[in-house]
């Protein structure tokens, strides 16, 4: 079973800048790759595989346009290739019913909220024994672990939230837990307006109502007082 750990990263200056072009780089694949595919499409041809788009990503890493692409981690890069791939599959699946619909792949942008990157175990990022997360042309970088990892990760993700903070994503490989012993069972409890209490398994409590109550016996009580004479023994 896989599980994810999700830690805050603490990059240095030099660290954010190399994650910048590492997150640039792999946003600019991604829209290439996407836009041969739209192209493609429009133009009426076959699919363009993703064996076809990893060969084109190692020709343009040649060209003058494209050489910066050579400054990051190549697994990233193929990485990103992968993402578009499973975007695709998840939309076709969709039309098929195989699965709830989503929408086709879409260009992303430098401004889109969550930038990530993701590093595989042949990209040879690796936990120092100083317990700081090695990334390849990245660095060290230094991690704020709240718990210990139960086995080796096998990849990494990289991200950086709308609010400019870094955090990485785990994934690791865990036994199934055994079977938990049966427990009393407990619900959740809303107090609300209609009802003094509604439980989460769906039993509406009604509301006592003391003040209404009282307010019906204080109303009787003024109606005995108001038949009786000022002054008199009832009264």
């Given at each position: 079973?896989?599980?994810?750990?999700?830690?805050?990263?603490?990059?240095?200056?030099?660290?954010?800048?190399?994650?910048?072009?590492?997150?640039?780089?792999?946003?600019?694949?991604?829209?290439?790759?996407?836009?041969?595919?739209?192209?493609?499409?429009?133009?009426?041809?076959?699919?363009?595989?993703?064996?076809?788009?990893?060969?084109?990503?190692?020709?343009?890493?040649?060209?003058?346009?494209?050489?910066?692409?050579?400054?990051?981690?190549?697994?990233?890069?193929?990485?990103?290739?992968?993402?578009?791939?499973?975007?695709?599959?998840?939309?076709?699946?969709?039309?098929?019913?195989?699965?709830?619909?989503?929408?086709?792949?879409?260009?992303?942008?430098?401004?889109?909220?969550?930038?990530?990157?993701?590093?595989?175990?042949?990209?040879?990022?690796?936990?120092?024994?100083?317990?700081?997360?090695?990334?390849?042309?990245?660095?060290?970088?230094?991690?704020?672990?709240?718990?210990?990892?139960?086995?080796?990760?096998?990849?990494?993700?990289?991200?950086?939230?709308?609010?400019?903070?870094?955090?990485?994503?785990?994934?690791?490989?865990?036994?199934?837990?055994?079977?938990?012993?049966?427990?009393?069972?407990?619900?959740?409890?809303?107090?609300?307006?209609?009802?003094?209490?509604?439980?989460?398994?769906?039993?509406?409590?009604?509301?006592?109502?003391?003040?209404?109550?009282?307010?019906?016996?204080?109303?009787?009580?003024?109606?005995l007082l108001c038949r009786k004479a000022k002054g008199?023994?009832?009264?």
């Amino acid at each position: 079973m896989q599980l994810r750990y999700g830690f805050r990263l603490y990059p240095n200056g030099s660290q954010r800048a190399a994650l910048a072009r590492s997150f640039g780089c792999a946003r600019v694949v991604f829209n290439d790759a996407l836009r041969v595919r739209e192209d493609a499409r429009a133009a009426g041809l076959s699919f363009v595989t993703l064996g076809e788009l990893s060969r084109r990503l190692t020709a343009s890493k040649k060209t003058p346009e494209r050489v910066w692409l050579g400054e990051v981690s190549s697994v990233i890069l193929q990485q990103s290739l992968r993402d578009l791939d499973i975007g695709y599959r998840n939309f076709f699946d969709g039309l098929k019913g195989k699965r709830p619909r989503v929408g086709a792949p879409r260009f992303k942008s430098r401004k889109d909220n969550r930038q990530a990157v993701r590093f595989t175990a042949n990209a040879g990022w690796r936990i120092t024994p100083g317990g700081k997360l090695r990334l390849p042309k990245i660095g060290d970088v230094w991690v704020k672990w709240s718990r210990s990892l139960p086995s080796v990760p096998s990849t990494v993700t990289v991200i950086k939230d709308a609010a400019g903070r870094y955090f990485a994503s785990f994934v690791v490989e865990t036994e199934p837990s055994e079977v938990l012993p049966e427990t009393t069972p407990e619900v959740g409890i809303d107090l609300g307006l209609s009802h003094f209490a509604i439980l989460s398994d769906g039993t509406k409590i009604d509301s006592p109502r003391f003040l209404r109550r009282a307010e019906k016996k204080l109303k009787k009580a003024q109606q005995l007082l108001c038949r009786k004479a000022k002054g008199s023994n009832n009264r």
